[in-house]
């Protein structure tokens, strides 16, 4: 199962990280061409996300569960899996319900911050992946020195998972707040 | 106002990333003397190594560093009219270095299949003694080989005794070299086992006896005055590290005299619990040249063996040209049973390449003019064979099944923190997956937030 994990994962790799390129472009430029690959970005990142899901089940088959979650960088793997898959799939909702005005005015500037977010995330999954086969990047290395060990297990303490239901509690508390600004 | 929203609402979700980035991997490994869980501060060091053979002999020379040495192991120390055991074997470190210093090396010639790919983890059954939920008994359960057990994977099912007389004679066994900073070394003396069944020492009498008779409950042995000056030697100066290498600070037939329990014992007063002696028969196979000294924060050590000492059943022979499987362990700061450095497995070849190459030379003793091969040792935690090679506990298993070697896949200082992880394993799946939740709201309540606040209007 492992070789069509690797196989497939490319796919959404690809897209998201194509998507990311056009936001970029978009961000920056008004041009026409910036503008016509817009739109290409949410049908880019929802294709992403299908194929992610895809490459999300073939990677959970590859070991059994109970051997998978016994390792540090499987944990990890997994962990930063779930969170590009979630995330992308939650930038493909917003992309779809707002398509161009992601790029007006002071928006565009939030796109282009959670979608660098998101290269962010699917990049370090991407590398977890390779040190998980044996193939360590510069990446890991890197991660290494900014703080993060990659053969140590990512988990929160917790007082931070408490930070973090708060966290996730005002955020929705925030967007009614917001909502009913621009009503 | 809503692209203030908006900033608030991506300021916080960042702001929430870092807070994780910087606390996450905390409040759970920390040490756990309930559970036998004491984490070394270094989970890594280096050993050096140098080998050299004339033909008759072969020599290891070791040198690793060491902040403070250990010279004395278990003593026996007078207080309120009775000798109390200090420190020797323990959990972790011991605060007052009455934990000798060690390095031992394991040998093998190619007869104990998966020893030169995956080195000591091999001999590392479950539940063996010091390891988390494993019953504090009279009898220590050693490492061992996986062909001696039935069941490999369960300590008590050991193999009739034909059978392992069997494989002892193929070879189905690991040569043990030892050198103990306290328990070998003041008499110039190494220490020679195996590693089969058990982790035992070859057949003959070991360096030491212990210095006790449970009859009276006293040491058997004290300082000979008329020798040394003195019946004992002070509790303060053994732990605040008076005594060196220029002192007398060991029994051996030299410096030893029975035991006067007439003596007015004051509190304080500490006697070795260890008795140095000659060793006998195969297991007086492995010596030093002289007795090692620890000098610039280095331990600097030579053992050396007869290349064939004729002991088949017990000795791995040395042959001009052979080639061998080696792994090393150094015991430092005051750490004794699990709390060591294991090197992964490395080849040896006596004068044919290799990782350690052997030089050859002529003369009385090695010239020691090639360099020092550098290994890195890593804190091995609690990682048993079983859970290596069960498919369910260990996603590289399969490899395991095909012989990849370890080093293939992991280096030492990987190995050193999952071999921190697996001490905590279950601690750490729960919170990992509470993390995995938590984080997936987090970034579920963005989505929201980012679709409630967005607007659809034109510039």
Known sequence: ?183 | MRKWYLALSVTIFGGLLVLGWSTHGTGIIKDDPERNIVIPKELTTRLQVKAAYDGESIYFRYRWPVERPSIFHDVLVFQDGEWVKRAGEGIGPDPDFLTEDRVSMMIDDGSVPLFSRYGGYITIGDGLTTFTGTPETDEERTKYLPATRTDANNFDTVKPESDLATLRKAGYFLDLWQWRSNRSNPVALGDDGYVAEERSGDKGTGPYFTNWDKTTNQPKFMFDPARTGKTALNFADVVGGKYGFGDIYYLSPDTAAPFDPNIAWKNGDTIPRRVLRAESDSRADVVQSAAARWKDGYWDVTLVRKMDTGNTLDDKIFRDGGSYDLAFAVFRNASTMRWHYVSLPMSLGLGKDAQLVAAKFQGETPTWDQPWTEIEMFYPGQVSWPRLTDPKQHPGADKIAERVPVAFRHNPKQLALYGVEVEFADQIVRQWLWTLLASLGLIVALGININLIMTRKEN
């Open chain 1, 1 to 183: 199962m492992a070789v069509y994990h690797i196989l497939v994962v490319h796919f959404p790799v690809a897209l998201w990280l194509t998507a990311y390129l056009f936001i970029l472009f978009r961000t920056f430029s008004d041009s026409e061409l910036a503008v016509r690959l817009q739109k290409a970005v949410w049908p880019l990142i929802f294709l992403g996300s299908l194929a992610g899901f895809v490459a999300y089940g073939l990677g959970l088959a590859i070991y059994p569960w109970s051997a998978i979650t016994q390792s540090p960088l499987g944990r990890n793997h997994i962990m930063l899996a779930t969170w590009t898959l979630s995330y992308w799939t939650v930038m493909g909702v917003m992309g779809y319900r707002y398509r161009r005005f992601l790029f007006e005015g002071a928006q565009r500037w939030s796109t282009f911050a959670l979608a660098t977010i998101g290269a962010a995330v699917v990049t370090i999954t991407g590398t977890l992946g390779g040190s998980l086969t044996g193939t360590p990047s510069l990446v890991t290395k890197s991660l290494d020195l900014i703080g993060w060990n990659v053969y140590m297990t990512f988990y929160l303490p917790n007082w931070m998972l408490l930070v973090y239901t708060a966290g996730a509690v005002l955020l929705i508390v925030i967007g009614f707040y917001g909502r009913r600004s621009h009503v």
